[in-house]
């Protein structure tokens, strides 16, 4: 493992985290794919088509939602709900996927691969490859094909290949080991679709400059229809690019509070989380330098939530940093709490929300409350809960 940014040249970081610990043979193509991504965000005929692939293939702009009668029930400020739930394939993976695509496109690379946990991503990137005719192949832990089988139809009638992945825990932490692997010997012909703003830069600015479009749609939107910003927004955070997608927008309005949510599984002393920010130390997985959960010996511990897209021991780089400045307070929510606020939404609202955005809901309605009446929160609903249903069903005993 080379740690070239660690060294004198400090490429790709976020204050102390981020950077590029990963293999030699992989740093021509991230070197490549910073020089391509720089190119074409500065290239008005990239911009253009991207913005049509938003609004066609994407479903953008997405509704901005006020939930009266959740707002009645909380009794303070206004809740608002950006809603990528409405986005095509029922989450913000999309945004990501399809600029990838785009960009793969642009640098000739035929052939993508792409890592999953739950299968939101593997359906995304599936679902962009499909329309741009590229060939994917997905790696999804063992573990995760039989809990997410739904998922792994998806991706097949997709016309992707799914790979399991049997080694180690045979969750999302070894599905990425395993597409890094495949990257690495088929670097010349194949682009790697990260699924969040983590990895070896230039991943983490990518992932977060594609998902930025939900926060200054939503910034906009809240002049519109609310007349001015929110006080406080409100993200989950799993590898924390939906989080960052919607921050991106607000954070240089200094009166605009942040919160970041992430899972406290069971809410038990001593059982899995998955609240890296929060309860995790620095150290580095997947090719960079961020909050992570580990044990007295720097082994990585294994993470746990209700919700299977938040089941990460990781997160983001940017997050580690805006942690540490303190522009961006994190938060927990455990599984309880988020299954609660996906009855409330679902009961008060028609909305089935994805267990991964019901963790920031539950913060929410408390943020709603402690702010009162004449405030704004605006929480991103990240993705729809279909996907959760059987879940839920189990846990409020169905
Ligand atoms: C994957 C997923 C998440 C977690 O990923 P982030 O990178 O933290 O956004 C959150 N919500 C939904 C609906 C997801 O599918």
């Given at each position: 493992m080379t740690m070239s940014a660690a060294g004198a040249e400090p490429i790709?970081?976020?204050?102390?985290?981020?950077?590029q610990f990963v293999p030699e043979s992989l740093m021509a193509a991230l070197a490549e794919l910073d020089r391509e991504r720089l190119s074409a965000f500065a290239d008005s005929t990239f911009?253009?088509?991207?913005?049509?692939?938003?609004?066609?293939?994407?479903?953008?702009?997405?509704?901005?939602?006020?939930?009266?009668?959740?707002?009645?029930?909380?009794?303070?400020?206004?809740?608002?709900?950006?809603?990528?739930?409405?986005a095509f394939?029922?989450?913000?993976?999309?945004n990501n996927t399809v600029g990838q695509l785009l960009l793969a496109q642009r640098m000739g690379k035929m052939r993508v691969i792409a890592e999953t946990?739950?299968?939101?991503?593997?359906?995304?990137?599936?679902?962009?490859?499909?329309?741009?005719?590229?060939?994917?192949?997905?790696?999804?832990g063992a573990e995760d094909t039989r809990r997410q089988s739904h998922n792994v139809a998806r991706m097949k009638m997709l016309g992707a290949q799914v790979h399991p992945v049997s080694t180690g825990t045979q969750t999302l932490k070894d599905a990425i080991n395993e597409a890094l692997r495949d990257w690495v010997a088929n670097v010349e012909s194949t682009h790697y679709v990260i699924g969040s703003v983590v990895g070896p830069h230039p991943f983490p600015q990518l992932v977060g400059d594609l998902q930025s479009v939900i926060g200054h749609e939503a910034r906009a939107?809240?002049?519109?229809?609310?007349?001015s910003l929110p006080d406080a927004v409100v993200a989950c955070v799993g590898g924390g690019s939906n989080a960052i997608g919607i921050f991106r927008g607000f954070l240089d309005d200094p009166g605009v509070a942040i919160y970041g949510v992430e899972a406290a599984g069971s809410g038990e002393a001593g059982a899995p989380h998955s609240a890296a920010v929060g309860l995790g130390r620095p150290g580095v997985l997947h090719g960079s330098r961020s909050y992570l959960l580990q044990d007295g010996d720097g082994q990585v511990l294994p993470a746990h939530s209700v919700a299977p897209g938040l089941d990460y021991p990781g997160v983001g780089p940017e997050h580690s940093m805006l942690k540490d400045s303190g522009r961006v307070a994190y938060l927990s929510a455990n599984d309880s709490?988020?299954?609660?606020?996906?009855?409330?939404?679902?009961?008060?609202?028609?909305?089935?929300?994805?267990?991964?955005?019901?963790?920031?809901?539950?913060?929410?309605?408390?943020?709603?409350?402690?702010?009162?009446e004449g405030a704004d929160v605006l929480v991103c609903l990240s993705g729809r809960g279909d996907k959760d249903v059987d879940i839920v069903a189990r846990e409020v005993g169905l």
């Open positions: 790709g970081r976020f204050g102390e985290y981020g950077g911009l253009t088509e991207l913005d049509h692939l938003r609004r066609i293939v994407i479903g953008r702009p997405t509704p901005l939602y006020l939930a009266q009668r959740l707002t009645a029930e909380v009794g303070g400020a206004r809740i608002w709900l950006k809603r990528e739930d409405a394939t029922g989450a913000h993976k999309i946990g739950a299968g939101m991503h593997g359906v995304a990137t599936a679902a962009a490859a499909a329309y741009f005719g590229t060939p994917c192949e997905v790696y999804m939107q809240m002049l519109q229809q609310a007349g709490e988020a299954v609660s606020a996906f009855q409330a939404l679902a009961s008060r609202e028609g909305i089935l929300p994805a267990l991964e955005p019901s963790h920031a809901v539950a913060r929410g309605m408390d943020l709603a409350r402690d702010l009162g």
